[in-house]
């Protein structure tokens, strides 16, 4: 597929912004001594960037724990999460929903999910959302190798394609659940074949290429504006970190193995693909990076200079039409 | 102002009367469950609405409304809640139907951790104008996963919210407001409130969600009923009045909010208090409704609060043991007489 000039420029950009962000946000938050789990999905940055290079604010995305990346790519400003992931009440949720949880309806990232499967369905709500409004809108179930045996998202693939719904279920393969290897997990060697079940396309793709992706993403999401229903996306990649901050993934995986993947790595591919056909310039690119570390620093200004949740956010946005009576009754707070 | 029609109606009709009516009023509202039209996708061999719901609550939306609308699903209450929700985050409004609250099980995690949480874990960026309708209730013999009251399960996650309509005008009130509100919102039918009927006006109305009612003043003491259970206290009520006791009766109407405010304004009267509920006794919604009233209102009563329940114990089959495993008119009676130490 042609890719325009801006629209490169613009994937290379998302690329090198995940990664920054989230080793960005990763340090800031060890230096402030702060709480709550960050999952790094460093390493996996060309599938977000592949399929969200066709995708407008007017379509939907559900995400996992691991959603920085799908964030930045379907449009959140990075100031927000930033702050989010610092605890500000500038953050895209206020602060309270922190790195599993960002959300901005606004660019149609529905949020991100902390329990393995559970947007997946969303997803497919959203969907149906666009099918009940005749828009050509599409959802993307964005969901990982870990959550390919749970229940909902089967049933969800299904419900999917009896309706013929716009969604893309994006399955990003990192081959680990945690610390347990997909191989032990799932009896196949693609997952892309559970598609044969629910009679859709499953396309396996190369998620360490954001080309392949790119490709392989614009068929399906065509297929799915087009009435033509769902696919299953099966991008394989690889995560660099471990599972979570305390996760030392040396001790279930090889070195050899971590350096197969990084000598594929995503964003340096991606370099010497454009300057080998001529399409991005050395300088271009440099010159993004080093626009994408300023927004960083400012991101990290934005959040320093930005206040703490006041403490009757507490019960706040716990419903739009909260009840009469305190929610905080038989609590006895800020006493 | 027009004036306001009535007719007698039963509860399972003023249901699919306020699905119809505010399907009509608003376009956007979809509807899925299992069965709750029936015989999905064989309108070309003219088998159309074949069930309108098991319990025929639906039936007709679909010949009226159509099947992009009223959506018959696989058995899948995981996904297709899931995508109900979903599809609210998005902006459509949508109705799912859980068949018994006993399959909560298969499908818990979306209500716990999407609906009840998308609003606040994302500072409001998302609303959920969604409702569930499902059932609860013994007394058909449906044995121990087709007839349980668990609402308290509900009750106790922030960010739902849980009607329990008592009658047929409350169930097409709440219903209405439900189905208007942008937090979501499950709707507990009683399995032997169907074909109950009462006066309930023709057109469209709303009940608050969170209010409670008082359907008996009186001043010796408060009932408090949840669902059918406000039957059996009015009934109960009729009993003590021959025993010269004064029972005052509120309907709870909402598991989630409770009414508090309403209950204790109750006490401050009578003093005293017995309340009903069909659900199990640990942690349950009359639990807490007895601790909450402990601790604000205790010097306003009289007598120690007393609570009338189901066993903490799965429903029996057997009809006797079924009979003897839901509160009735003559537990409250008996449990009313020991508060007044007789």
């Not at chain 1, 690119?285 to 403490?311: H, I, N």
């Not at chain 2, 696989?74 to 609250?101: C, D, K, Q």
């Not at chain 2, 439900?178 to 169907?194: G, M, T």
């Not at chain 2, 205790?298 to 799965?314: E, K, Y």
């Amino acid at each position: 597929m042609e890719i325009t000039h801006e629209a490169l420029l613009k994937m290379f950009e998302t690329m090198v912004t995940i990664r920054q962000f989230e080793l960005r946000a990763f340090a800031e938050v060890g230096q402030r001594s702060l709480r709550g789990a960050i999952h790094l999905s460093v390493g996996q940055e060309a599938v977000p960037t592949g399929i969200c290079a066709h995708l407008t604010d007017d379509d939907y995305l559900a995400s996992t724990h691991r959603g920085h990346g799908h964030c930045i790519a379907k449009g959140v400003d990075v100031q927000g999460m930033m702050a989010e992931i610092l605890q500000k009440s500038t953050g895209t949720n206020k602060g309270k929903g922190g790195s599993m949880h960002i959300a901005d309806i606004s660019k149609g990232m529905l949020g991100a999910n902390g329990v393995v499967g559970s947007s997946v369905p969303l997803a497919v709500g959203a969907a149906l959302a666009a099918k009940r409004r005749s828009t050509d809108q599409v959802a993307i179930a964005f969901f990982g190798d870990g959550a390919v045996n749970q229940g909902v998202v089967h049933e969800s693939m299904n419900l999917a394609a009896i309706w013929k719904l716009p969604v893309i279920f994006a399955c990003e393969n990192n081959h680990y659940a945690e610390s347990t290897p997909v191989e032990y997990a799932t009896p196949i060697a693609n997952i892309a074949e559970r598609a044969k079940g629910y009679n859709m396309p499953g396309v396996v793709v190369d998620g360490m290429d954001a080309f392949a992706v790119y490709d392989a993403a614009g068929t399906a999401i065509g297929r799915a504006r087009a009435g033509l229903g769902p696919t299953l996306l099966e991008c394989k990649t690889y995560r660099y970190y471990g599972h979570a901050a305390f996760d030392n993934p040396k001790s279930y995986r090889s070195t050899e193995e971590e350096d197969e993947w990084k000598a594929r790595d995503a964003i340096m591919k991606f370099r010497e693909r454009v300057l080998e056909e001529g399409t991005l310039s050395q300088a271009e690119m440099d010159e993004t990076e080093a626009k994408v570390t300023e927004q960083m620093d400012e991101a990290v200004r934005f959040s320093d200079e930005s206040p703490a949740p006041g403490l009757s956010e507490l019960l706040t946005d716990v419903y739009v039409d909260a009840p009469k009576g305190s929610l905080g009754r038989s609590s006895h707070l800020f006493t | 102002m027009t004036s306001k029609t009535t007719r007698m109606l039963s509860y399972r009709d003023a249901i699919n009367e306020a699905l119809q009516q505010e399907m009509e009023r608003n376009p956007d509202i979809t509807l899925m469950g299992e069965d709750i039209a029936g015989a999905a996708g064989r309108a070309d061999q003219g088998f159309v609405d074949a069930w309108g719901g098991p319990f025929r609550t639906t039936q007709g939306l679909i010949q009226q409304f159509g099947e992009e609308r009223v959506r018959d699903t696989p058995i899948s209450e995981a996904a297709f809640i899931g995508t109900a929700i979903g599809a609210a985050a998005a902006g459509v409004r949508t109705v799912a139907e859980l068949m018994y609250f006993d399959f909560i099980g298969v499908c818990f995690d979306q209500l716990l951790n999407n609906a009840a949480k998308m609003h606040y874990m994302y500072g409001g960026n998302v609303t959920l104008p969604f409702t569930l309708l499902t059932r609860i209730g013994a007394g058909v013999g449906s044995a121990a996963q087709h007839s349980e009251t668990l609402y308290s399960l509900m009750a106790h996650i922030p960010g739902l919210k849980g009607v329990v309509p008592s009658d047929a005008y409350t169930a097409k009130g709440l219903l209405t407001a439900a189905l208007r509100s942008n937090d979501p919102v499950i709707f507990f039918e009683h399995k032997l409130l169907y074909h109950e009927q009462c006066e309930v006006p023709e057109e469209s109305y709303e009940l608050p969600i969170g209010d409670a009612r008082t359907m008996r003043e009186g001043t010796d003491i408060t009932l408090v009923g949840i669902s059918k259970m406000t039957s059996v206290c009015l009934e109960a009520a009729e009993l003590l009045a021959a025993e010269g006791i004064n029972a005052e009766v509120v309907d709870l109407l909402s598991v989630f909010p409770i009414d508090y405010d309403h209950i204790i304004a109750s006490i401050q009267k009578t003093h005293r208090m017995v309340v009903v509920d069909e659900d199990t006794p640990t942690c349950s919604v009359a639990a807490d409704i007895a601790a909450t009233v402990g601790e604000e209102a205790f010097d306003s009563l009289d007598a120690p609060i007393m609570r009338v329940q189901a066993p903490h114990t799965p429903v029996p089959y057997a009809r006797d043991l079924e009979l003897a495993y839901i509160p009735d008119a003559q537990r409250v009676v008996k449990t009313v007489r020991e508060v007044f130490g007789s």
